[in-house]
C-alpha cells in the first residue's frame, strides 16, 4: 500500500477521489482495501484541519441548530432564556447571552463552549 502526504490541492483532489472510491467499494475494517481507506481518511482530514479549518459556531447559531434538530421553537426556549421578547433578542443578536442562561441552555445538551464562544455582534 503506497501512501503519500498531500501536498498540494491536486494531491488533496486525488486522495478525495481514491477515498470515494474506496468507500463504495464498503470494506470491511480487517481488509487490505479498509486499512487503506482508514489511513487516507486520516490523511485528508489532517489536510482539511490545516487548509480548511471550521470556526466553531456562534453561540445564536448553536441554539438555532439545537431548536432544528429537535424541534423546538423560540417559546420553548422561554424557561432557559426568559420572556418571550427576551428570547427574540437573543434570537436576533440584540442581547448577548448571560451566564444564568447559559447553565440553563447546558441542560438541553448544547455544549457550553458553543454558548461561550464568539458572540455576534449585539445591534446598536
Do not use: C, W
Not at 63 to 85: E, Q, S
Request: hydrophobic share 40%; charged share 25%; no cysteine.
Amino acid at each position: 500500500m503506497e501512501v503519500r502526504p498531500i501536498r498540494t490541492q491536486a494531491d488533496y483532489k486525488a486522495m478525495l477521489a481514491e477515498v470515494s472510491r474506496l468507500v463504495d467499494l464498503a470494506p470491511r475494517r480487517d481488509t487490505p482495501e479498509g486499512d487503506r481507506l482508514e489511513v487516507l481518511s486520516l490523511l485528508v482530514e489532517a489536510y482539511e484541519d490545516e487548509h480548511y479549518p471550521m470556526r466553531p459556531p456562534t453561540p445564536v447559531a448553536a441554539i438555532k441548530f439545537h431548536m432544528d434538530n429537535t424541534g423546538m421553537t423560540p417559546a420553548d426556549l422561554v424557561p432557559y432564556i426568559g420572556t418571550r421578547a427576551r428570547v427574540s433578542e437573543i434570537l436576533n443578536g440584540k442581547r448577548p447571552l448571560t451566564m444564568p442562561m447559559i447553565r440553563r441552555l447546558m441542560t438541553l445538551g448544547i455544549p457550553a463552549e458553543s454558548l461561550v464562544g464568539q458572540p455576534e455582534p449585539v445591534a446598536a
